[in-house]
């Protein structure tokens, strides 16, 4: 005889039933009003998780770039502006997961996010988190459904990623009275001197003991849910206490890592050897900074020589260009054989702000014509095509 089914009594069941509820009701209503056929949903979802003031906001934009997303981020709270969302956000409260689903579903289907979306503060509480889960199901059997359809493209399957900021309660009080104190500056600036716009100040942000009210809410309520993302979804964990570059820092090695469990570990260790794109440009200014001072003080005469062929017989042409950002110059001093010196070129353009492309063309040039045997003698001569671009003027006449 089978175990009968266990009531539902701990909080954990409470929240699948009323999950269900909400989730079943907003989603025939979504249903009804937009059709089936439209209820198109992001391919990728980045959840960005974390207490208040651990840098959500702060860090979205560099994200979503290391992600690829250009479409605006979808910041919970800012769409709660009912105004008993208001009054209940100003205590340091959470608005109801209903009111929650309904829009943040709804704005979900907006075209802009048919990539990817990144949620800012959701989920925030364990029926949200069951919520979540019941979409990607849903989006899971639009997928099946469509699948062999023309319609297919809308209805891909969904991947997501949960991204936790971590604090300490320390600093994330901190942090919120901090970015209080900034906006009221910045306001008061405005006030002061019409230049600007207002922006909207948390009233939790202006004193120590409901930015620590806001921070217990979270500890009590989304702690827990965005913990249980772990088992489901790609997950990843981030220091946040440190400096700005740092969590940035972390960020992208997270991301990385991630890289790592998409790929078969066999391909991942193939590409491993290549460095990423985001290292060789931290990199390249310092490096570069490095080059230039060596030719300065170990290969001077060459280097002066380099600075004194672009000044003269560049630069000229270069300036006729000013409008369309790009020049091609063709040298064939014999200073450029020597790679240091092309080097040297390549260098200083990037320097100044120009992209300097070289490219080393013989030409084999007739001299003479033996009239006995028919032969033709050639002299070799080589040209440096140098293609020059940089950012011209944005005036354009016509
Ligand atoms: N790593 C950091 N180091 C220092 N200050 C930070 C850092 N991350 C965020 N801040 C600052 O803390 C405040 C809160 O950050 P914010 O991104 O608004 O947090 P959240 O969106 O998670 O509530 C802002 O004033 C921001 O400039």
């Known amino acids: 005889m089978s175990a009968p089914e266990p009531l539902p009594t701990d909080v954990h069941d409470l929240e699948i039933k009323d999950a269900q509820l909400i989730f079943k009701s907003v989603w025939d209503r979504l249903e009804e009003e937009v059709g089936h056929e ?42 709660l502006v009912t105004p008993e969302a208001a009054a209940i956000k100003d205590a340091g409260g959470m608005v109801g997961d209903k009111e929650v689903i309904s829009i943040l579903l709804r704005r979900l289907l907006h ?36 699948a062999e359809t023309p319609l297919a493209i809308n209805f891909r399957r969904p991947t997501i990623h949960a991204m936790v900021l971590f604090v300490t309660e320390k600093t994330s009080i901190e942090r919120q009275l901090f970015r209080g104190q900034q906006i009221a500056a910045h306001n008061r600036e405005v006030e002061e001197t019409g230049i600007g716009k207002i922006l909207p100040l948390r009233t939790t942000d202006l004193s120590e003991d409901a930015a620590r009210r806001r921070y217990r809410v979270f500890k009590e309520k989304t702690w827990d849910a965005l913990q249980s993302l772990k088992e489901i979804y790609h997950y990843h964990f981030i220091n946040a206490e440190g400096p700005i570059e740092e969590v940035e820092a972390n960020i992208v090695k997270e991301l990385q890592y991630q890289s790592s469990m998409e790929l078969d570990p066999r391909t991942y260790d193939r590409l491993q050897p290549l ?56 040298s064939e001093d014999a200073l450029f054989q020597d790679p240091l010196a092309l080097s040297m070129l390549i260098d200083i353009f990037a320097e100044r702000g120009y992209h300097a492309v070289v490219d080393k063309h013989i030409q084999e040039i007739p001299v003479r014509l033996d009239l006995q045997t028919g032969e033709i003698h050639r002299k070799e ?18």
């Not at 209820?39 to 934009?61: M, N």
């Not at 075209?111 to 849903?138: I, N, S, W, Y």
């Open 38 to 79: 439209n209820l198109r949903f992001p391919k990728e979802l980045i959840l960005l998780g974390g207490a208040p003031g651990a840098g959500k906001g702060t860090h979205t934009r560099f994200v979503m770039k290391a992600r690829g997303l250009t479409c605006p981020p979808i910041v919970i709270s800012d769409l």
């Open 275 to 330: 460095p990423l794109a985001e290292e060789i440009v931290i990199h390249a200014r310092q490096l570069l900074v490095k080059r230039l001072d060596s030719y300065e003080l170990e290969h001077t005469a060459t280097f002066i020589r380099c600075v004194d062929v672009i000044q003269e017989k560049f630069m000229p042409i270069i300036k006729r260009h000013a409008l369309s950002g790009r020049a091609h110059v063709n």
């Open 381 to 398: 001569k080589t040209v440096f095509r140098v293609q020059i671009n940089f950012k011209g003027s944005p005036i354009r006449r016509g």
């Open 111 to 146: 075209e802009e996010f048919r990539d990817g979306a990144v949620l800012d503060g959701f989920p925030r509480t364990g029926v949200q988190v069951e919520c979540l889960k019941l979409l990607v199901d849903r989006i899971d059997q639009l997928y099946t459904e469509f």
